[in-house]
Each structure stands twice: as C-alpha cells, then as structure tokens.
C-alpha cells in the first residue's frame, strides 16, 4: 500500500552537493515521519536525518550535522535530504523509511521501528 521512491543519487566528487527526493504515495494515515538512513559497504544501517509530519522538528546524526538538510515539499508526499560538504566516508546506499507514528530524539533512528521503505539510491563520493 504504502510506496517509497528515492532518487536522486550518483557520484559525486569530494567537498560536492547532492540532493537526494523521496516521494512518498499510498500513505493513508494522518501523520507521516520520514527519516533517511544510510548503508555503507560492509557496515551496519544507519539514521542519517529524521522529520516530523509537522515539516519542521527535525533530527541529525552527529556524523552529518551541519552538513545535511532533511526537509518537506511544497508538496506533503515529497521530501528531500540536501548533502552538502561531501566525504568519501557518506558514501552508502541511502533509503528513506516512513512510519505514522512520530518519532523521538531516541527512538528516530532506530531501523526496526520502521516497516515502510524505499528500494534505495546510490551516493558514492569519491575522486
């Protein structure tokens, strides 16, 4: 029922900007939280960013702070993640996961919790 589609990924030089979109359809329930993870080669996922259905609480790992931007649409089923200051340790496979429930400071990036997801995208940063 509920369907993820993420985009945007690819290769991308040191120091470099990408985009990533995740468009969300299907989705029944009132609210929505989505949070970004990430998989790098060989290691475990992990939460990158995580947003509320309000489009404003927003939440960070410490290893991209400052760097990456979890954000809304105009349109509510759309949500991006803006990497900015890009390292070779950010490249993984990146998926963005939804769930109806809002999520807390210690419960958004736990991956259990979430029984929706997108098939994933690419981001390799490398020169």
Same mark, same amino acid.
């Given at each position: 029922?509920?369907?993820?589609?993420?985009?945007?990924?690819?290769? !991308?030089? /040191?120091?470099?900007?990408?985009? +990533?979109? $995740?468009? !969300?359809?299907?989705?029944?329930?009132?609210?929505?939280?989505?949070?970004?993870?990430?998989?790098?080669?060989?290691?475990?996922?992990?939460? !990158?960013?995580?947003?509320?259905? @309000?489009?404003? #609480? %927003?939440?960070?790992?410490?290893? !991209?702070? *400052?760097?990456?931007?979890?954000?809304?649409? @105009?349109?509510?089923? %759309?949500?991006?993640?803006?990497?900015?200051? +890009?390292? /070779?340790? *950010? #490249?993984?496979?990146?998926? $963005?996961?939804?769930? /109806?429930?809002?999520?807390?400071?210690?419960? &958004?990036?736990?991956?259990? %919790?979430?029984?929706? &997801?997108?098939?994933? #995208?690419?981001? %390799?940063?490398?020169?």
């Amino acid at each position: 029922q509920v369907k993820l589609v993420e985009s945007g990924g690819g290769s !991308v030089q /040191p120091g470099g900007s990408q985009r +990533l979109s $995740c468009i !969300v359809s299907g989705y029944t329930y009132t609210n929505i939280y989505i949070t970004w993870f990430r998989q790098p080669p060989g290691k475990e996922r992990e939460g !990158v960013a995580g947003i509320h259905n @309000d489009g404003v #609480t %927003t939440y960070y790992s410490d290893s !991209v702070k *400052d760097r990456f931007t979890i954000s809304r649409g @105009d349109a509510d089923h %759309t949500f991006y993640l803006q990497m900015n200051s +890009l390292k /070779p340790e *950010d #490249t993984a496979e990146y998926y $963005c996961a939804a769930d /109806p429930r809002q999520h807390s400071s210690s419960s &958004w990036s736990r991956a259990h %919790t979430y029984n929706f &997801w997108g098939q994933g #995208t690419q981001v %390799t940063v490398s020169s």
